[in-house]
């Protein structure tokens, strides 16, 4: 049976720019100095009359139709079938930065070596069945969730109709 689209959720209204999810992974993807698979942006906006930061945590988003994947010469970025991850080939890689300038959320990152990496939503989570990644679990506001639409809309509903404490099973 075939799985649904696997993809992750910031609720910017939770963020608090705490940057754990940043920290958790590059723990769990023992990344050295340099590239960062998940960063927290600070967007400037006004609400309301007044003038305030927000945070937005922009791992990659396993996009359904992935503009990456598209671009990329040597198809180093490829889809899994069974649940939509758009991961990456390294020793396929040129180094081309196509992907890069492809994707509207800037998160190819590029190493010492000049490969592409990025998130690949902990993918050894996944495999073991897991709808979590470490980015999730690190966020003490519950501001990620990982998992196919109709299960991230489920949780929202859940949470704003008044159980904020609720998580989205793993």
Known sequence: MQRKQVTIYVDTKRCMNCRAC?????????????????????IEVTKN???????????????????????CPTGAIYKR???????????????CHECLW?????????????????????VHLQDEGKRTTACALACPAEAIM????????????????GNSRRKMAE
């Open 22 to 42: 940043e920290i958790a992974c590059k723990l769990e993807n023992d990344l050295p100095a340099g590239p960062r698979y998940t960063m927290v942006t600070e």
């Open 81 to 95: 079938a069974d649940d939509g991850l758009v991961l990456v080939e390294k020793e396929k890689c040129i180094g």
């Open 146 to 161: 990982v998992g196919t639409t109709d299960e991230i809309s489920a949780a929202l509903r859940e949470r704003y109709a």
């Open 102 to 122: 492809a994707c509207p959320f800037g998160v190819p990152q590029f190493g010492l070596d000049g490969l592409m990496q990025k998130c690949t939503l902990c």
């Open 49 to 71: 009359g007044v003038d305030k930061c927000e945070f937005l945590p922009t791992p990659c988003m396993h996009c359904g139709d992935a503009p990456c994947l598209q671009a």
